[in-house]
């Protein structure tokens, strides 16, 4: 006959349910009299629960962090790990339907040191939707990957993790290049109605969400709009066979909005494009902020272009991320795991491939931007970080006298990710300047 | 910026969308002479008379129904019950008249007024004066419910109800009217209905709360960040029309939901939001969505057991970590 372990006279006669906090042992380990069994949290503070006599815990009925009756039996003490019989064990008194009743959990021996395989209930793997999304964009079997979670459901970070140790014949059959879609660029809005209009123009393979460092400052102040160029984000997929075309795509959606006197503010690609924006619309672009402006020389890393676009698996794509910056610690596990997200479609990587062949064939910008940069008329900085790996910072060097250059130590290719506070100076002193 | 209570912030928007639109006029249980139980329209009957003042008898049901009438006939009535309990009173004037009217006379009638109650628990007024029957305003198409937790929400989103051509209800709660927070200068200052506000940002799991639920979030942040766990809380400020921008854009960063309202759990607001997001969010989900609402009893008198039923800091923590696991 083992002995129930509820939380007694600790627990308090005015409560009515407590929390697990944590459990100190695990089903099949022997404890002593006196022993910590587990830390519950009451209404006053957290208490330890000890053992009343020596034994063998034979069960545990509730799980880390699950709230309970304050009189439910929360583990048996045995006198071996078979011994599950206690007084009034018989009948369950689990209130069925009240979601205070605790949930009869059995947690496995050990369970910290091994972590279990996914359960699997009746052939069906349980993991999580956003964990079932990324298996299947990134070609992962769910059969063979671990779930981490005490829940016994496989988790992103579990498909993340296996995908990293996912054999290398298993690649995915290659993707064709998506027909050509129709119909404007993206533009998402947000900020004030009335504030002056900041135009925002993302880099190769990012999206107009990676502008978040910085939007969300400016939304409280200005009009914003962030772009998505073809290819990236919420906009249509379609080749944009050469930069210039790629330009009069830009300044359609520019113009569709008809904006006086925005601040254009571009990165990398996007920077390029910011610069022969304002270069053909020059009385419509009242400052410039250029970060790691592509189209100032030839070279770029080209290895980067192909490997960022291709990358099916966070893994692959998280080596990828830390070339784009300097401080590596930036790209932590739900950076990957966002970054990834984005990028789970398979046609959206094709059609990036595709557009990076063209912009950046033989690791070469197909364009220059040099003239026109010279050219600038409105009040314009340059940011660009002096570890960039993707793109020379030297290129800033070129610009006249009357620009602006703000070139950061121990910063990499993307400033507003790496220094957003020193960025989002940057802009607003010179948006204010205007 | 001018440091204010939550009541006062109330009190300067009433006053100033009184001062700028005359068909405004206030009426409800002692909020002339006596200035509101909470104080929220103290000194507004020695400004503006009681014409505009008005107390009146205890039925809230004549009140509400008095409020629609008012509204259509071309007035902007702002209407105070005292306690967000008796909101049941009020129901067939919001359910069968204020929510349908506009349809049923094709769009020739608006109907702009704007009931204030309070509700919620926590300082041990039992089973009929502490509840928070969110929900319950919230099922019905056509009213508008807003929750702000802070007094600068307050002030801007009660000016935007008043000028609102639909019903707004403006739910507040009784332990957020001592609370400060500097309120921006201006009469112009709005905050818009159906824009939530992301504030503390994070990156691990998502809280979504309104009202005073919002300090237990931010509360249960503190809790999490001690465990190295980045929570985002987002203050939905408007429970009716739904940010669902804002919902979905903090999902898809973080892949989990813990909801907290401070109501009832079945058939409540946190089970709404809760199977909002699943239909929305479900891709993006890393966890079942988490609810943290009240039990489904009646509140206690008593004040420790009423303490040990309310959602609160350590709940919401729990939730959010067994999301995380």
Not at chain 2, 184 to 199: F, H, N, R
């Amino acid at each position: 006959m083992a002995t129930p372990i509820t939380a007694g006279a600790v627990a308090g006669e005015y409560m009515e349910t407590l929390v697990i906090v944590e459990w100190r042992v695990g089903v099949g380990d022997t404890v002593a009299e006196g022993d910590v069994l587990l830390t519950i949290e009451t209404a006053k503070a957290a208490v330890d629960i000890e053992a009343p006599c020596a034994g063998v815990v034979s069960a545990i009925f509730a799980e880390a962090d699950s709230e309970v009756p304050a009189a439910a039996v929360l583990c048996l003490i045995g006198t071996d790990s078979s011994d599950v019989d206690y007084d009034g064990g018989e009948t369950p008194t689990v209130e069925s339907g009240l979601s205070s009743a605790p949930a009869t959990v059995a947690v496995a021996a050990g369970g910290a040191a091994e972590a279990p395989r996914a359960a699997v209930t009746s052939g069906r793997v349980l993991a999580s939707p956003a964990a079932r999304r990324a298996a299947s964009s990134a070609g992962i079997d769910l059969r063979a990957v671990r779930a981490s979670s005490p829940s016994g459901r496989i988790k992103l970070r579990d498909v993340a993790e296996a995908s990293q140790r996912a054999p290398l014949f298993a690649v995915q059959a290659p993707v064709d290049l998506p027909a050509d879609e129709h119909g404007p660029l993206k533009v998402h809005r947000s900020g004030t109605a009335s504030g002056t209009p900041v135009f925002l123009i993302h880099g190769f393979a990012s999206d107009s969400l990676s502008w978040y460092p910085l939007d969300r400052h400016l939304a409280k102040n200005h009009a914003v709009y962030r772009l998505d160029l073809p290819n990236h984000g919420a906009s249509p997929k379609r080749q944009v066979g050469s930069f210039a075309n790629l330009v009069r795509e830009v300044r359609e959606a520019f113009d569709a909005l008809d904006l006086d006197g925005a601040h254009v503010i571009g990165h990398s690609l996007g920077g390029a494009l910011a610069l022969a924006l304002a270069d053909t619309r020059p009385r419509k672009v009242a400052s410039l902020a250029l970060f790691a402006p592509g189209g100032l020389g030839p070279r770029v890393n080209g290895d980067f272009i192909g490997g960022i676009a291709r990358a099916s698996r966070p893994g692959s794509l998280e080596a990828w991320l830390k070339v784009m910056v300097h401080d590596q610690k930036l790209i932590d596990p739900a950076f990957v795991n966002a970054a990834f997200a984005a990028r789970a479609d398979a046609e959206l990587r094709a059609a990036q491939s595709h557009m990076g062949e063209t912009l950046f064939a033989d690791g070469t910008q197909s364009f220059d931007l040099a003239a026109a940069l010279q050219r600038l008329e409105c009040p314009t900085r340059i940011v660009w970080g002096r570890r960039d790996r993707v793109l020379d910072w030297r290129g800033a060097l070129q610009a006249p006298g009357q620009v602006g250059l703000h070139l950061l130590p121990d910063v990499g290719h993307v400033p507003q990710l790496e220094a957003p506070d020193l960025s989002l100076g940057i802009v607003t002193a010179l948006i204010k300047s205007v | 910026m001018t440091l204010m209570r939550y009541a006062e912030a109330l009190n300067a928007a009433l006053r100033e969308e009184m001062q700028r639109d005359a068909s405004v006029f206030l009426f409800g249980e002692d909020i002339g002479r006596y200035g509101g139980v909470f104080k929220v329209s103290k000194d507004l009957r020695d400004e503006f008379g009681d014409a505009r003042v008005r107390d009146t008898p205890i039925s809230e049901q004549a009140l509400t129904a008095m409020a629609v009438t008012a509204a259509m006939s071309g007035t902007r009535p702002v209407l105070e019950i005292m306690y967000a309990d008796f909101l049941p009173l009020s129901l067939d004037a919001l359910v069968n008249q204020a929510s349908v009217f506009t349809y049923l006379w094709e769009g020739q009638v608006d109907i702009p007024f704007v009931l204030r109650t309070q509700g919620g628990g926590g300082v041990g007024t039992g089973a009929q004066h502490a509840k928070s029957l969110d929900a319950m305003v919230c099922h019905i198409p056509g009213i508008k419910v807003v929750a702000p937790a802070t007094p600068a929400d307050a002030k801007g989103l009660l000016k935007s109800a008043i000028r609102d051509r639909q019903p707004v209800v403006f739910l507040e709660h009784k332990l957020l009217y001592n609370t400060r927070g500097e309120v921006p200068d201006g009469d112009e200052v709005l905050v818009p209905i159906g824009k939530a506000k992301t504030v503390v940002e994070g990156k691990h799991v998502s809280i979504f709360a309104s009202s005073k639920m919002v300090i237990e979030a931010e509360n249960a942040a503190r809790l999490l960040a001690k465990d190295g766990i980045e929570a985002e809380v987002i203050d939905l400020r408007t429970l009716r029309p739904l940010d669902l921008d804002a919902i979905r854009q903090s999902i898809a960063k973080t892949n989990h939901a813990v909801v907290v309202n401070e109501g009832w759990t079945f058939c409540g607001y946190a089970s709404e939001l809760s199977a909002t997001i699943m239909e929305h969010c479900f891709d993006d989900l890393d966890a079942p969505v988490a609810r943290v609402a009240m039990p489904d009893m009646a509140i206690p008198y008593s004040e420790p057991l009423e303490m040990a039923v309310l959602p609160n800091a350590v709940k919401i923590a729990a939730a959010a970590k067994k999301a995380l696991a």
